[in-house]
């Protein structure tokens, strides 16, 4: 498995048996035995990275690869992070202040220190100088730099040399991103987006592969909306109907705890996502938290100055003036789900293969193995 993008400020959880895992930077399928590939287009924390990877037995240590081109993030980026934060006041984002979008902004300004650099020396003057313009104490780099040297010569290599080795002898690579596509720098929701590009188009340069290794996406769903952070959300609930949606699906953020805004599912900015990811297979989830609620809705519209628009990209500009279109098509309500498919479930998947003009390759309703169905 291989990251190409985002860092620490997302997380993804593995449930095995009684077990929980949540991983921020090593790719989800740690416990599976793979080869753990963390490309360039990653920015690293390594108090993260040591963390994670103490989680792992020593032979899946073995596997891990941290591409040497990858930004590191400092302790001085998470201060920063929050700083910047507090600066918007009430325009905050919502970041999630692990110091993301200043390691990527540093990158850009050819300042960031990289994980080759760490391990065969790197002047921090210049850094240092940036962080001291904002009253920031850089006294502490040279240690943090030994410390991270200490963990990462034996991992740094090239990720995407991996990569085209797997696919050579004729293996697989499953590539994983770490945000939704309305996340994305260039083509969600921005400014409420995170600092880097979260869609498939991204795997290439994030990995360093040419795009032909990129193989086929499989777009990831729930059947209802959610959101972390701040920013519009035109088909979102609100009061004790979002709240129980959010206690049955635990919406709550991997890594900083957030309860996550929910929402009803959005076919506007789903087909969107869908087209800049070129995916035409999906994976539905968390059905069985519909089956306990009494509503279902389905944003299939917005309704912009009088007029109805079912592209995303005609209201991008202004979420926040949108009027949802909702309809009721169908109810999960009461639905058994015991190892197959129950009549309500399968008249879901016939809607969102008609609506979205896709294939629903897998749906589950929870969170063990055993509770997903492969179709």
């Known amino acids: 498995m291989a990251r190409f993008n985002g860092g620490s400020n997302a997380g993804h959880t593995v449930v095995l048996g009684d ?14 035995g793979k080869q753990l590939l963390i490309g360039a287009g990653v920015a690293v924390d390594p108090a993260v990275l040591s963390e994670e990877l103490s989680m792992l037995p020593g032979e899946a240590r073995s596997r891990v690869t941290v591409d040497a081109r990858c930004s590191l993030v400092t302790p001085l980026d998470k201060e920063l992070d929050a700083r910047l934060e507090e600066e918007r006041g009430a325009s905050a984002i919502g970041t999630t202040r692990r110091g993301i979008g200043p390691s990527y902004g540093l990158r850009a300004l050819r300042l960031s220190p990289r994980v080759s650099d760490v391990i065969g020396g790197f002047d921090y003057g210049p850094l240092s100088g940036f962080y001291r313009k904002f009253s920031l104490d850089p006294a502490g780099l040279q240690a943090w730099g030994a410390e991270a040297k200490a963990l990462l010569e034996g991992i740094a290599g090239d990720a995407g040399e991996r990569v085209r080795e797997i696919s050579d002898r004729g293996g697989n690579v499953l590539f994983e991103t770490a945000q939704g596509t309305l996340l994305d720098l260039l083509h969600g929701t921005y400014p409420f987006v995170t600092a880097t590009h979260t869609t498939a188009s991204y795997i290439p340069a994030g990995l360093g592969i040419s795009p032909s290794l990129a193989g086929e996406s499989l777009g990831v769903m729930k059947c209802y909306t959610t959101r972390v952070g701040s920013g519009p959300f035109p088909s979102e609930a609100e009061g004790p109907l979002a709240e129980k949606i959010r206690r049955l699906g635990n919406e709550y953020g991997a890594t900083t705890g957030r309860p996550r805004r929910v929402g009803w599912l959005d076919l506007v900015s789903l087909r969107y996502a869908l087209d800049l990811n070129g995916a035409k297979q999906v994976a539905v989830s968390k059905l069985d938290v519909l089956s306990k609620v009494d509503e279902f809705r389905v944003c299939t519209a917005y ?7 079912t592209r995303f990209e005609a209201a991008a500009d202004r979420l926040a003036d949108v009027e949802p279109v909702f ?9 058994v789900f015991d190892g197959s498919l129950p009549s309500e479930g399968k008249a879901l998947i016939r809607y969102l293969e008609e609506s979205l003009r896709v294939k629903v390759k897998v749906v589950s309703y929870g969170e063990e193995r055993t509770k997903t169905i492969e179709l």
């Open 19 to 32: 077990s929980r895992h949540t991983f921020h930077l090593i790719p989800s399928g740690a416990l599976k």
């Open 303 to 309: 309704k912009l100055d009088g007029s109805e628009v």
């Open 327 to 335: 309809e009721s098509p169908l109810s999960l309500h009461g639905a």
